[in-house]
């Protein structure tokens, strides 16, 4: 099992930056990547970001290409969301998780808040 632990919510206004970050610990070999989602208030959780550990393949929601970067630094088993340009519909709180090599994700993080005010 892999523990996972999120950083980096706050409020920040409209056209701002934010950065999130997501620490891995324990079973860390058993990951292919790791993946970012949010899930804003009466709405369904959704796919933000994913990066592969290896080989550092990144893929992005269309509403968040151009304005969010997924990072990873292996040495530190953390991966990174720099969040650009926030419009207040990024509004959610966002979760880390674990793909797994079948294309699962497990392992959730506690989820931290991003709140962008117009």
């Known amino acids: 099992q892999v523990q996972l632990v999120e950083s980096g919510g706050g409020l920040v206004q409209a056209g701002g930056s934010l950065r999130l970050s997501c620490a891995a610990s324990?079973?860390?070999?058993?990951?292919?990547?790791m993946g970012w989602f949010r899930q804003a208030p009466g709405k369904e959780r959704e796919f933000v970001a994913a990066?592969?550990?290896?080989?550092?393949?990144?893929s992005y929601a269309d509403s968040v290409k151009g304005r969010f970067t997924i990072s990873r630094d292996n040495a530190k088993n953390t991966v990174y969301l720099q969040m650009n340009s926030l419009e207040p519909e990024d509004t959610a709180v966002y979760y880390c998780?674990?793909?797994?090599?079948?294309?699962?994700?497990?392992?959730w993080g506690q989820g931290t808040q991003v709140t962008v005010s117009s």
């Open positions: 998780a674990i793909r797994r090599y079948t294309g699962e994700y497990t392992d």
């Open positions: 990066i592969s550990v290896n080989f550092g393949s990144t």
């Open positions: 324990g079973r860390t070999s058993a990951m292919y990547g």
